[in-house]
Every structure is written in C-alpha cells, then in structure tokens.
C-alpha cells in the first residue's frame, strides 16, 4: 500500500516536473531576442566590410565611409540612374521630354557587343535589401531608330557574370527590359532569384551607344514599372 501510495506520488510529482522544465523552457525561448536577419555580404564586401552589426572596424577603408545604399521600401528600390556621378562616356542628356528626376544616362562612347568587352563604363548601384525574394530589375528606357540598335547594356549583381539586358521600344518611355542569353536561350525579365537581406551591388555597364537610361525600379515580384514611386532613401549602413 505504502509502496503504491508513494509510487503515484513519484509519478504526480515527476509530471509536475516535467510540466515545471517545460514551462521554464518555453519561457526561456520566449525571452530570447529576435534574431537579426543574417547577412550574407558580398564576396567583393568581405574585406571591406563586416556584417551590418556588430560593427567590425578595419584600419583600411577602402571604401569611402560616406557610401550610402538605396534601401529597399514596399518591396522595391527605385534609383534615379543620375543619381550617381557618370562615367567614362556617360551624358546626363535632357533633350527627350518626360524623363522623371533631373535627366537621363546615354552611353556616348563606342559599342563593347562582345561579352568580352563587358564592363567598360560600369554604373554601380549600391542597394540595401529588407527582405528576402526574387528580385527584378526593371529599368525606364527609351531610344530612336531601329529597335534593335542602341538598345541594350550589360548588367550584373555582386560582381556576378555580365548578362546582356535589351529593350525594344522606341520613342516613347518604358519599363520593358529582358535578359538576352545570346546562346539560343529564349530572352527572360532581368530576375534574380534568392536574395538574401544586406548590402548589394547592381552593375551597370555600356554595350551600345545611344541607349537612354532614366531609372531603374529593382523589385520583388517583378512590381517596378511605376512612375510615381519616390527615390529610395540612400542611407549609410
Ligand atoms: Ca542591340
Ligand atoms: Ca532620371
């Protein structure tokens, strides 16, 4: 009788014990900071930078400290292509009306068709993302004459292979930009697929002359082709 009686006392308590460390543990999961999103930093950072937090401060700073990225906002960063100083042969041209913000690039130098010339004259966007998705670029485009002449440029992100981007419409302002892959593939929207959160670098370089470049929209969902979204903020990390 005592044997059973303390028995189920030993199973009473041993639940209550249980029910007690659960509890405890759950709890302690509760108080448990948020954990900040990891960041993944580009190759080309690695030296440069550390993760956005901590800070880690190295003696070299290659970059200047002042570098501000474009921070993603709704799921899209929008960047005025003159918003960052020209290179090489880029013009800050005006002459074709209904550009948004103060102007628009167009490569003024010669044509690099060969991806071997990719890279001359590079543009790099820096950008700041919040969340993780496939992101599209989408870039405000124009040109006159042929359709398939002045029409294209080479793009990359994080210093990742060069991919030929083109658009097709003439004379009037618009969003339309695809992958060319030039090797017998069918053409595809600019997409990038599983971008992590953090800092990124999206290149810019010159392929054919007389291509204006407005703005560019880099958005999850493939949503950038409105004229009235405001500039990203450019932020120091
Ligand atoms: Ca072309
Ligand atoms: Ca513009």
């Not at 400290?65 to 899209?76: G, R, W």
């Not at 090797?183 to 929207?189: I, R, S």
């Amino acid at each position: 009788m005592f044997y059973k009686f303390n028995r189920r006392i030993m199973v009473v308590m041993s639940s209550w014990l249980l029910t007690a460390v659960a509890l405890l543990a759950f709890f302690a999961l509760l108080r448990q900071p948020a954990q900040a999103a990891t960041y993944v930093a580009p190759s080309h950072w690695a030296t440069v930078r550390g993760p956005l937090t901590p800070t880690v401060y190295l003696p070299l700073v290659m970059t200047p400290p002042e570098t501000c990225y474009y921070v993603e906002t709704d799921d899209a960063v929008v960047i005025e292509m003159e918003s960052i100083p020209v290179v090489e042969a880029w013009v800050l041209d005006t002459s074709f009306p209904g550009y948004t913000g103060n102007g628009y690039y167009v490569w003024t130098g010669p044509q690099y068709w060969d991806i071997s010339q990719a890279g001359h004259g590079i543009l790099s966007y820096p950008i700041s993302l919040t969340k993780s998705a496939t992101y599209r670029l989408n870039i405000r485009n124009t040109h006159t004459g042929d359709p398939t002449l002045s029409n294209d440029i080479w793009v990359r992100l994080d210093d990742g292979p060069w991919t030929k981007a083109f658009s097709h419409i003439t004379n009037q302002w618009n969003y339309f930009l695809q992958f060319d892959f030039q090797n017998g593939q069918p053409h595809d929207w600019v997409d990038f697929p599983n971008l992590q959160p953090g800092l990124h670098v999206l290149d810019i370089s010159a392929r054919s002359s007389g291509f204006w470049l407005d703005r560019l929209v880099f958005s999850a969902n493939g949503m950038g082709q409105l004229d009235d979204w405001p500039e990203s903020p450019c932020l120091v990390p």
